[in-house]
């Protein structure tokens, strides 16, 4: 395991957050001053500025300090932003059940993901903390993150419903409430009562469902490095790209059938990683390396099969041997 000692001096530090918060209010003072539906085309675009940006902070950790910290970096980024993906599946259910409009998802999605950036800093000291003091704790992190591949490997085709959580349960009797919206606001006022509308309930499962999955993705980058300024901005990289990627790829998560089997795959990789860390030693390059490999035979095994799935007709029946100039008969 790599030494606790930081790269991140106070200017750095000081510099990296000002750039975070000065991006935040570009875009929503800015490009999302007013309320629009995201095409597919602008959460293109601002995936690849968010990846182009991640990607020259990971140069320029490569210049100042090095190969080794650049791949640190890069193998955290990767972790992160592949797990992070399994946050978009339930954000898709979130907005559905909960008929969140499409023009006000990104509003959501822009609170939900600005307290995440808070709840994580304080958990990635945290764990930094209790690692310095109580090694052991690295086993436990370990075997916390085998067990959750396996767990997500076996329920990977189980249906999500937060929105019949305890959480949500809890809120809807301690918050009053109303099942109407009032445009793009979190709160708004019946009959001289103020009530939460149905947005401020779906952030409530936006945020809960991402201190949830940090539980997973905050130990997973234990396992490359244990400097609070990687794993910090690695995550925050990850995050500040989430809602790009939410709007590009949220329309086509069907697809990605063998997704949450390669995201198991990382997680018992690097938890295995963690609980033989005094045993065994792997270079960041290695783990690159199999991350890389598990996530893209998912990925391509899932395109293949989508590819190769027969198309279905309106009532869900597949059609294989109905030609494509003429629509399939009806069944009576």
């Known amino acids: 395991m790599e030494s606790l000692h930081s790269i991140g001096s106070p200017v750095m530090w000081g510099g990296f957050i000002a750039f975070v918060f000065a991006m935040l209010a570009l875009d929503l003072g800015v490009f999302h001053r007013k309320a629009h539906t995201v095409s597919f085309k602008e959460a293109g675009a601002w995936s690849a500025v968010w990846v182009s940006l991640s990607l020259a902070f990971n140069a320029f950790l490569w210049w100042r300090f090095g190969s080794g910290q650049g791949m640190e970096f890069l193998t955290g980024y990767l972790i992160e932003k592949s797990l992070s993906v399994d946050n ?13 409009p499409a023009i006000h998802q990104h509003r959501v999605l822009f609170w939900g993901i600005l307290s995440a950036l808070v709840l994580r800093a304080a958990m990635i000291f945290a764990g930094v903390a209790m690692l310095e003091r109580f090694h052991w704790l690295i086993y436990v992190f370990g075997a916390f993150l085998i067990l959750t591949g396996v767990k ?56 809960a469902s991402d201190v949830l999955f940090a539980l997973d993705s905050i130990p997973a980058i234990f396992a490359v490095t244990r400097d609070p300024f990687i794993v910090f901005t690695s995550n925050i990289f990850a995050i500040l790209g989430l809602r790009s990627l939410f709007f590009l790829m949220a329309g086509a998560m069907e697809k990605f059938t063998y997704l949450k089997v390669g995201l198991s795959g990382v997680l018992v990789f690097v938890g295995a990683k963690m609980a033989l860390v005094d045993v065994v030693h792997l270079s960041p390059a290695i783990s690159l390396g199999v991350i890389a490999l598990v996530l893209g035979s998912s990925i391509v095994a899932s395109l293949v099969k989508a590819r190769n799935t027969p198309p279905h007709t309106p009532n869900g029946d597949a059609s294989p041997e109905a030609p494509r100039s003429a629509p399939s008969p009806a069944k009576s």
């Open 152 to 207: 997500l490997f076996i329920q990977r085709n189980h249906a999500e419903h937060p929105e019949d959580g305890w959480l949500m349960r809890t809120a809807r009797r301690v918050i009053p409430s109303t099942p109407h919206f009032a445009g793009q606001h979190f709160i708004t006022v019946e009959n001289g009562r103020r009530l939460a509308t149905p947005l401020l309930m779906a952030l409530m499962l936006v945020e």
């Open 88 to 100: 978009i599946f339930v954000f898709v259910v979130i907005f559905s059940t909960m008929k969140v």
